[in-house]
């Protein structure tokens, strides 16, 4: 049976790191929410019990469920071969995998910083302060951390001579990041030029590059992790 992905079908997510390291590595996968609604995924999860996930994205994939996006492409990585064969590779790999985990968090609580279940237009005030300070200590940080970690490799990807699912979560990562504060990354661009040469390599890839011009990949919108309000961005 191809692997199922259950996420929420409306938006890229969490779940979008998990697919772009599917469709680069041409794995054909079942997008089940997109297939069979909401509803089918809360139901699926619902059903569940014991080891099962607390949220989505979980993949269903060779007689196992597993949850959490690093958890997922750690496994992908270790048994459909998207990942490097040494060990210490390996877990580089998914170091960075959670580093970014860390910084999808915060950039999602920027708009959220009083209360994730509260509109964005209940904290606005909030909001504003929080964004000013990841846009101008927080990204910066983490970014330096992954260009630092990509100028360390002698080839042109994250790690290796060839793409990992680390190489597509940064493309994911970078993605986001333009669409949420296009005017502060437009600023920020020259200084990290090994982030946007793995950028626009992972939108080379066939697979990902099929994906990106086909329906399936859902745009961003303000219902997802990384939003665009006008007036959380820099300058």
Do not use: H, I
């Given at each position: 049976m191809k692997p199922r992905l259950w996420y929420w079908p409306h938006i890229q997510g969490r779940g979008e790191f998990v697919r772009l390291a599917l469709e680069a590595a041409g794995i054909d996968y079942e997008d089940c929410a997109r297939t069979k609604?909401?509803?089918a995924l809360i139901d699926d999860l619902?059903?569940?019990?014991?080891?099962?996930?607390f949220a989505p994205p979980y993949l269903e994939i060779d007689g196992l469920v597993i949850a959490q996006v690093a958890n997922i492409l750690l496994y992908l990585g270790d048994r459909?071969?998207?990942a490097p064969s040494a060990i210490a590779d390996r877990y580089w790999v998914h170091q960075l995998q959670l580093t970014i985990?860390?910084?999808?968090?915060e950039a999602h609580n920027v708009h959220h910083?009083?209360?994730?279940m509260d509109y964005y237009d209940d904290q606005k005030a909030e909001a504003a302060r929080a964004a000013q300070q990841f846009r101008d200590?927080?990204?910066?940080?983490?970014?330096?951390h992954f260009e630092e970690a990509a100028e360390c490799n002698d080839g042109p990807w994250m790690i290796d001579h060839r793409w990992t699912y680390a190489d597509t979560s940064i493309f994911q990562l970078i993605e986001g990041l333009?669409?949420?504060?296009?005017?502060?990354?437009?600023?920020l661009g020259p200084r990290y030029p090994a982030l946007a040469r793995v950028h626009d390599l992972v939108a080379k890839l066939p697979g990902v590059h099929a994906y990106l011009g086909s329906a399936r990949r859902i745009a961003f919108n303000e219902e997802g992790i990384f939003r665009h309000y006008p007036e959380l961005d820099g300058e």
């Open positions: 609604g909401t509803d619902d059903a569940r019990a014991g080891r099962a996930p459909r071969d998207l985990a860390d910084m999808v968090a910083p009083v209360a994730v200590e927080r990204m910066v940080k983490y970014l330096d333009r669409y949420m504060f296009p005017r502060q990354m437009a600023t």
